[in-house]
């Protein structure tokens, strides 16, 4: 089982710049052995705009990006990346482009059966999950199916936002969105990532990294909180044999 | 053309109880000749519960309610039906259950065809329009697509959110996300309904009602405010001449 995974909660920490509060996670988890990263910047609108951004940023951490979007053929990119990086934006947008681009299955096998380095950020983390049924993202296209990468056999919520006591706004609150994903039948448990974790999965293993606390909701149960540098392994166990 | 919609944006609004801030506008709109309401409760789970607060509800405002769910054959109840109200609850679901039981056609026949008067409150609102791209919710389901019921030629927003320049959270604010989806090709206007304010629709005419101002924003110009009392007839310019 070779798959290594680093799934940010946000790309940006309030006070801080893009993918600052996650460097040092970055550059142990990509080494010294990844020269350059394939970046999708599918989320976002403008895509060469998104990969300077993202090159500026990789560069003084030592890699180079290549945007797949630059590439003539991107299935053929993704087979001859050393290293995948989704990054944040719109989640059903970059869902839909990763299946027009016929990468989903692409990016699965890279990193199961290659052991190629995936790094999602906010929506990357998303669509690396079993679905975007947990993304906070508005509708604004319509994706073939909500199902996605399937790196892992559970659904992560980014961004996740605790219930403001004090607020005035009648929306649902986080937890009552998750909630009423439960409540609908066969749904995976759903690891609420707050702003400043992440989740780096090694092989079988896994654990919380970052400044921030986890919020676990498993259908039926009480939410559990789950602290940085808790082994969070357990998430995996209802994984498919086959996978593995 | 006999169509009328109340397109609620919340249907609870902060310090007050359920449909309140907005019973003086629903007795104005269904008026003493309706007597029952036939209520769609699809975008909750517990459908019985739900229908039981909206029947109380209603009951202290004049109206007798049924619930669709509690028909044999909802199609044949939403062809005998006074008065439709669909409410608050998860768009997605409500939505995929619209199709399930094949009510979509039914109900924007029901309403452009027989002047059968249509309220609708957040999520409820939401289906009512083009799309439901603009929406708030969670994707808990996966609806056969996102176009809606179209009793009028845009979208909207509810609980429509300024942003908070306090906020430390870093996820897209709301107008950050309706400015993405303006990003995509031939997609319709979209009015942000802040909670408090509602929609009367009759005819051709459009009547901003409640105590809050309303957002508009047009794909390449700049969002515009509109205070309670304003004519919004001008939001159905683009609709087709086949549909009058």
Redesign the interface.
């Given at each position: 089982m070779k798959r290594r995974l680093l799934l940010v909660s946000?790309?940006?920490?309030?006070?801080g710049g893009y993918l600052d509060h996650c460097q040092t996670q970055i550059q142990d988890f990509f080494g010294k052995g990844v020269k350059r990263v394939l970046f999708v910047p599918y989320a976002l609108?403008d895509r060469d705009a998104y990969t300077k951004t993202a090159r500026s940023k990789f560069k003084t951490l030592g890699y180079e990006v290549d945007g797949v979007h630059e590439a003539a053929d991107p299935v053929e990119a993704v087979r001859k990346a050393e290293a995948i990086f989704i990054g944040r934006?719109?989640t059903?947008?970059l869902l839909k482009n990763l299946y027009d681009n016929k990468l989903v299955t692409e990016i699965r096998k890279r990193v199961f059966d290659d052991g190629v380095p995936y790094m999602g950020s906010s929506a990357g983390t998303n669509v690396s999950t079993v679905s975007?049924?947990?993304?906070?993202?508005?509708?604004?296209?319509?994706p073939p199916?909500?199902a996605a990468i399937g790196l892992v056999p559970f659904n992560i919520n980014p961004?996740y936002?605790d219930t403001d006591p004090n607020s005035?706004?009648?929306?649902?609150t986080r937890e009552q969105?998750?909630t009423?994903?439960h409540?609908?039948p066969n749904?995976p448990i759903v690891l609420g990532l707050r702003?400043g974790s992440m989740l780096l999965v090694e092989g079988k293993k896994v654990t919380l990294l970052g400044t921030t606390k986890a919020r676990l909701f498993t259908p039926g149960k009480p939410a559990v909180e789950y602290d940085p540098g808790n082994d969070l392994s357990f998430l995996l166990d209802t994984e498919r044999a086959s996978v593995l």
């Open positions: 946000n790309s940006t920490l309030y006070g609108h934006g719109n059903f947008r975007i049924n947990t993304t906070n993202d508005m509708p604004i296209v319509y199916t909500f961004h936002l005035r706004h009648m929306g649902e969105r998750i009423q994903y409540e609908e749904t702003e």
